[in-house]
């Protein structure tokens, strides 16, 4: 599976992005796909999750209620929108798959076996 992120930019606080994610591969409906996110001189941190189907969702506490996790199987393409952004916010984005491990999501970055080259997210304040 490869898979390209795009969406990321410069937006005020406040303000909003949609940040997508194409996969190319047809085993992409199977597989729970995450979000994740890295700020300068930061560990890589973890920021939402959607089942295969797109029936369950999971946040970090940091983005819940701003942060919405969405899936197009047909279009083998997962978004992240983001509401309300904070310069906090700020950082890379990539969005991975999730290939290891028997829950059906997780925070820990080693179960997810595929990833993006991320999309940069910049709030300014």
């Known amino acids: 599976v490869q898979l390209v992120e795009s969406g990321g930019g410069v937006v005020q606080a406040g303000g909003s992005l949609r940040l997508s994610c194409a996969a190319s591969g047809r085993a992409f409906s199977s597989y729970t796909m995450g979000w994740f996110r890295q700020a300068p001189g930061k560990e890589r941190e973890f920021v939402a999750a959607i089942s295969w189907s797109g029936g369950s969702t999971a946040y970090a506490d940091s983005v819940k209620g701003r942060f919405t996790i969405s899936r197009d199987n047909a279009k083998n393409t997962v978004y992240l929108q983001m509401n309300s952004l904070k310069p906090e916010d700020t950082a890379v984005y990539y969005c991975?798959?999730?290939?290891?491990?028997?829950?059906?999501?997780?925070?820990?970055?080693?179960?997810?076996?595929?990833w993006g080259q991320g999309t940069q997210v910049t709030v300014s304040s």
């Open positions: 991975a798959a999730k290939v290891y491990g028997g829950s059906w999501w997780s925070p820990r970055l080693t179960e997810y076996g595929y």
